[in-house]
């Protein structure tokens, strides 16, 4: 019986890493317009990527208006939206 579970769990596996890779990967700049990161203003879940911390990947961020997760932005538009910045911060 244990090496019926191991065998499972290695198949199991086997079929579930690859998802899992691909979700650890950063969002790639849109090619419509020029872009730079804007720290600070991302909804939870709905980040790009992120400099510090457990959440250095799209998608993976767990709070709101996390100061180290970015979300790419039209060039000129960070410095305009409150609590944005183009370095990322320590949360206080």
Same mark, same amino acid.
């Given at each position: 019986?244990?090496?019926? *579970?191991? &065998?499972? /769990?290695?198949?199991?596996?086997?079929?579930?890493?690859?998802?899992?890779?691909?979700?650890?990967?950063?969002?790639?700049?849109? /090619?419509?317009?020029?872009?730079?990161?804007? *720290?600070?203003?991302?909804?939870?879940?709905?980040? #790009?990527?992120?400099?510090?911390?457990?959440?250095?990947?799209?998608?993976?961020?767990?709070? #709101? /208006?996390?100061?180290?997760?970015?979300?790419?932005?039209?060039?000129? *538009?960070?410095?305009?939206? &409150?609590?944005?910045?183009?370095?990322?911060?320590?949360?206080?």
């Amino acid at each position: 019986m244990d090496k019926r *579970y191991l &065998v499972a /769990s290695a198949l199991a596996a086997a079929f579930i890493a690859p998802s899992l890779l691909a979700a650890q990967t950063p969002v790639m700049p849109p /090619s419509d317009f020029t872009a730079e990161k804007c *720290y600070g203003v991302a909804k939870a879940g709905q980040n #790009d990527c992120a400099s510090t911390g457990n959440n250095s990947c799209g998608g993976t961020s767990k709070i #709101d /208006s996390d100061p180290g997760a970015w979300i790419y932005v039209p060039a000129g *538009y960070c410095d305009r939206i &409150v609590g944005g910045s183009k370095t990322a911060r320590t949360p206080a």
